[in-house]
Each structure stands twice: as structure tokens, then as C-alpha cells.
């Protein structure tokens, strides 16, 4: 399976909305502009995702959501992607959700992301890995588990797959 991991685009600043709770803070306009423009330069690289999972929290939805207009993918929400979600569990969840599909997209935060990818490649959280606003990271993961289980196909930055859209 090819495994692609999506950090939000960039949201709106805590407190910026009066009451609303970090779940609750929405893509910025420039977030919004900004992710159209990597949904485009993904096209570039002609991906394809037989299933997005995406957090539920606002952010991160707006991002999948753009995505999947622009791929025609399914979207689906877990709580396991959003903040302090347990990797072992959305490992299991992954697993069982895509097992058979091609290419799987997980939206999601930091430093969960990242810590992710760190165990899938080395079985701990000892890789220091780097997820910007929009980054998009590539695994190819054999068969899917909470240890060492994958390979690093690459890991772009919102700029590089920007760029591509032009």
C-alpha cells in the first residue's frame, strides 16, 4: 500500500475566533488558497487515493475536503487523527479500513504525523521528521503495522508541491 500523510494547511490562529475550541479553528483564507494550490501540484505528480481519513477537527477537514473535490476521492473522518490520538490504535483502525486499497491519504497534525512516520520507519519515535502546514509525505508500507513496516518513498514541502501546480 502506498501510504500518504497530509499535514493540515495553515489555520487560523488560536483565539483568533472568541470562543471557539482548538477543534473548532478553521482554515485561513490564505490556508484555503494555499491548499488549492498542493491539491493541484498533487494532481501533477498524477496521484490517486482510493481513500482519504481525515481528523475531525476543523482544520484539518477543510483540507481533506479540498482534496477529495479535487482527487473525487472518499472522505472519511476518525478521531484517531486528531489531536492526542493514539498511534497504535489509528494504526489498527488504517489497517483495517484500507486493507486492499492502493493508495491511502491520512490528514491529520503535528507532532502526531510525524511520530508516526518515525515508528513505521524505525519502530520507535527517534527520527526527527519535519511535517510543514500542507507537507505531504509518501511511505510504501508492504503490510501495514504499529513497528518498523515502511519505506520512505519521499517527503515534500507545501512550497515544492505548490510550485508543481504552475
Not at 483565539?15 to 479553528?25: C, K, P, Q, Y
Not at 511520530?115 to 527517534?126: D, M, P, V
Not at 508492504?142 to 515502511?150: D, E, F, I, T, V
Request: hydrophobic share 45%; proline share 5%.
Amino acid at each position: 500500500m502506498n501510504l500518504f500523510l497530509l499535514r493540515h494547511a495553515i489555520a487560523v490562529e488560536p483565539g483568533a475566533l472568541s470562543g471557539a475550541s482548538d477543534a473548532d479553528r478553521p482554515l485561513s483564507a490564505e490556508g484555503k488558497k494555499k491548499m488549492r494550490k498542493i491539491a493541484l501540484g498533487m494532481k501533477t505528480l498524477e496521484l490517486s487515493f482510493d481513500l482519504i481519513l481525515s481528523s475531525p477537527y476543523v482544520r484539518a477537514r477543510e483540507t481533506a475536503e479540498i482534496v477529495a473535490h479535487e482527487f473525487g476521492s472518499v472522505l472519511e473522518f476518525t478521531p484517531r487523527l486528531g489531536v492526542g490520538g493514539d498511534p497504535a490504535t489509528l494504526v489498527a483502525e488504517v489497517d483495517a479500513r484500507a486493507r486492499g486499497l492502493t493508495n491511502v491519504l491520512l490528514v491529520g497534525h503535528e507532532p502526531q504525523l510525524s511520530k508516526l512516520i518515525s515508528y513505521l520507519l524505525a519502530g520507535n519515535s527517534g527520527l526527527s521528521v519535519t511535517m510543514k502546514k500542507g507537507g505531504l509525505c509518501k511511505l510504501d508500507v508492504p503490510r501495514l503495522r504499529y513497528a518498523r513496516s515502511a519505506s520512505l518513498e519521499w517527503l515534500l514541502t507545501p512550497s515544492q508541491l505548490a510550485h508543481l501546480s504552475v
